[in-house]
């Protein structure tokens, strides 16, 4: 990891920044043996498998990914719980997706309060997730502000207490698709990212196995200009639950590559850097001047550059086949290739099961909430060779690994 000093000095926990982090290549050492697994280290208990001793080895060769080998291949990642079926980023949906199978859950996009907590919702603006319209109290909070460039107008968490937000109830986000969903508004509360870890560790012990987690730090060059920088928020909160070793069982992402590689420095948690489409650029490289865009950073030196900081990437499934004019799949590119070329794990987002979100050739019929043929998306990103998928949908997403392993065919 290429750290030489000892575990937990008294100085660099005082700084909250540790030094030689880049070159880190060890995931999660050897926590778990697959989703069901014997539990070998528990959040929040012996130090020793969440970053003891070992957090003072050497660096670890260019490949090496620790403990995430352990985790299934595919690996099904329930993309905000299982948001297809429940409000996404509340514990309904994170305990749903535990309770369909899911390998490891979303949980969830860390946004600030005003008081600085951090809460989990997928943008700041949350007047299209939660019930805020309908408090008369805050009518006087909407306002329009300039996100990552892009007018906004709403509700923001950042002009809201953790208090006043915890008066506010999670509703479905698009529910055009998933009108059934709508029967779950309004009841469960906006949860905090330290009651998510807490969470993780109740689970854990109800379920038997080690509960995974992947957080997402959003939005953080806005946030820092702001003053509400989220990286040592984050890195404090998974220092407080044991939760910030190599082997914890909390990969962190983000959009934004130097908000990994922040996290790169502050903790030793396996990281990964999130891609969107291959013309836009992260915005932080937009407010640094840097005119490279996501083409950039997935040619073989980008992805040698990403290694250097991070065990994982996370790019659209546009990134893995590229579509074609009409909107059907077209040839794999070679992104699989030349990320594991460079020791790089791939978990591309997002599958769906309502047909808006598939090519025209895995639709089946026309209603906006519809399911198409997923099962066959699904098997055509496993042939690439990508070791894992967000889906909404965690439970079609295992049936269609099953198929997948087994080699059956399925129905189109």
């Known amino acids: 990891m290429g750290r030489q000093q000892p575990e937990r000095q008294a100085d660099t926990r005082e700084s909250g920044e540790r030094t030689g982090g880049a070159g880190r ?13 014997a539990v070998l280290g528990m959040p929040g208990t012996a130090s020793a ?14 490949g090496h990914r620790g403990g995430l080998k352990s985790l299934p291949v595919p690996t099904v990642i329930g993309h905000r719980g299982a948001s297809g079926y429940r409000p996404e980023h509340t514990f309904g949906s994170y305990e749903l997706a535990l309770d369909l199978g899911a390998h490891v859950v979303e949980a969830g996009d860390l946004v600030p309060t005003r008081d600085g907590h951090l809460v989990c919702r997928h943008e700041p603006e949350i007047g299209g997730t939660t019930d805020v319209a309908d408090h008369p109290e805050f009518a006087g909070r909407k306002t329009t502000k300039v996100l990552d460039g892009v007018p906004t107008t709403g509700w923001f968490t950042e002009d809201f207490t953790l208090a006043e937000l915890k008066r506010l109830r999670a509703v479905e986000r698009i529910p055009a698709n998933r009108p059934h969903n709508t029967l779950y508004n309004g009841r ?5 990212f330290e009651e998510v870890l807490k969470w993780q560790d109740e689970q854990t012990r109800r379920r038997g196995r080690q509960v995974w987690i992947y957080p997402e730090t959003k939005h953080p060059t806005y946030f820092r200009k702001l003053g509400l920088g989220l990286e040592e928020r984050v890195a404090k909160l998974l220092r407080k639950y044991g939760k910030d070793g190599r082997n914890s069982p909390v990969i962190l992402q983000s959009f934004e590559p130097t ?3 922040r996290l790169n420095r502050l903790v030793d948690n396996p990281l990964a850097v999130l891609l969107s489409d291959a013309g836009s650029r992260p915005y932080d490289f937009v407010e640094a001047g840097d005119p490279r865009t996501v083409a950039d950073l997935i040619t073989p030196k980008g992805l040698r550059e990403i290694a250097g900081y991070a065990q994982g990437i996370g790019p659209t499934v546009d990134l893995i086949i590229p579509k074609e004019a009409d909107g059907n799949l077209g040839r794999p590119s070679t992104l699989v290739r ?18 808006p979100f598939l090519p025209p050739k895995f639709r089946k019929g026309t209603a906006k909430d519809a399911y198409g043929d997923s099962f066959g998306l699904f098997q055509a990103y ?13 439970d079609t997403g295992l049936l269609a690994r099953e198929d ?7 129905n189109r």
């Open 25 to 37: 290549r060890a995931l999660l050492g050897a926590a778990v043996l697959g989703a069901g697994g």
């Open 49 to 62: 498998a969440q970053g003891g001793p070992e957090r003072g080895a050497a660096a670890r060769p260019a």
């Open 188 to 192: 469960w509360e906006i949860p905090t």
């Open 259 to 261: 908000s990994i590689q």
């Open 338 to 355: 030349d990320a594991h070329a460079v020791g790089l794990v791939l978990h591309p987002y997002t599958m769906r099961n309502e047909n």
């Open 382 to 394: 496993f042939a690439t060779g990508i070791d894992g998928i967000f889906t909404d949908n965690a």
């Open 404 to 410: 997948f392993l087994a080699g059956r065919s399925v």
